[in-house]
Antibody
Framework: EVQLVESGGGLVQPGGSLRLSCAASGFTFSSYWMSWVRQAPGKGLEWVAN????????YYVDSVKGRLTISRDNAKNSLYLQMNSLRAEDTAVYYC???????????WGQGTLVTVSS | QSVLTQPPSVSAAPGQKVTISCSGSSSNIGNNYVSWYQQLPGTAPKLLIY???KRPSGIPDRFSGSKSGTSATLGITGLQTGDEADYYC???????????FGTGTKVTVL
């Protein structure tokens, strides 16, 4: 069974940093692209970033470029999101997600809440 | 701001059918596969349809997907109270090099 478990969310002040982690199990982690998707309170889904199987390619939505960085450690079956220079508009539930072999997201974690507020 | 447009809400009585539209452009729906996701209240999204019209194992055939040009449609037949949820379409956008989700549609069972 595919399992994705996020951790690292919490309350942070504007301009602060946070690092999210995602522990993956139940599948060959190194064979899949992985993504982060977020959802602001009461709002829709927003794709944030994804990373190739070996970490050699990464894509980001414009609003996070230069501030959020996706990475992975295949030896630890883990996905990360380093979040710097956080803004109030980054407040959201962040989901770790596995990409389909074609273009979609086929498994999601339970999400971790990030709140940016003073 | 999402580049895929969906109606904010649709509703129907139990047992009836609803359809949800998703309108995009040639850079996303027009030249890439469309997926659909269901998000029940308070839970993570779940994949319903991928590659325009395929269902993952465990998804009932009451759910169907189709695509024509730069638009896609999700159909739900035999509507059940358990289908009350938010539904999102999604596709890769080749011009922006990002995955885009639709604006979301709330399904209400009357």
């Amino acid at each position: 069974e595919v399992q994705l478990v996020e951790s690292g969310g919490g309350l942070v002040q504007p301009g602060g940093s946070l690092r999210l982690s995602c522990a993956a199990s139940g599948f060959t982690f190194s064979s899949y692209w992985m993504s982060w998707v977020r959802q602001a309170p009461g709002k829709g889904l927003e794709w944030v970033a994804n990373i190739k199987e070996d970490g050699s390619e990464k894509y980001y939505v414009d609003s996070v470029k230069g501030r959020l960085t996706i990475s992975r450690d295949n030896a630890k079956n883990s996905l990360y999101l380093q979040m710097n220079s956080l803004r109030a508009e980054d407040t959201a539930v962040y989901y770790c997600a596995r990409d389909c072999l074609s273009t979609c997201v086929d498994h999601w974690g339970q999400g971790t809440l990030v709140t940016v507020s003073s | 701001q999402s580049v895929l447009t969906q109606p904010p809400s649709v509703s129907a009585a139990p047992g009836q059918k609803v359809t949800i539209s998703c309108s995009g452009s040639s850079s996303n729906i027009g030249n890439n596969y469309v997926s659909w996701y269901q998000q029940l209240p308070g839970t993570a999204p779940k994949l319903l349809i991928y590659d325009n019209n395929k269902r993952p194992s465990g998804i009932p055939d009451r759910f169907s997907g189709s695509k024509s040009g730069t638009s896609a449609t999700l159909g739900i037949t035999g509507l059940q109270t358990g289908d009350e949820a938010d539904y999102y379409c999604g596709a890769w956008d080749s011009s922006l090099s990002v995955y885009v989700f639709g604006t979301g549609t709330k399904v209400t069972v009357l």
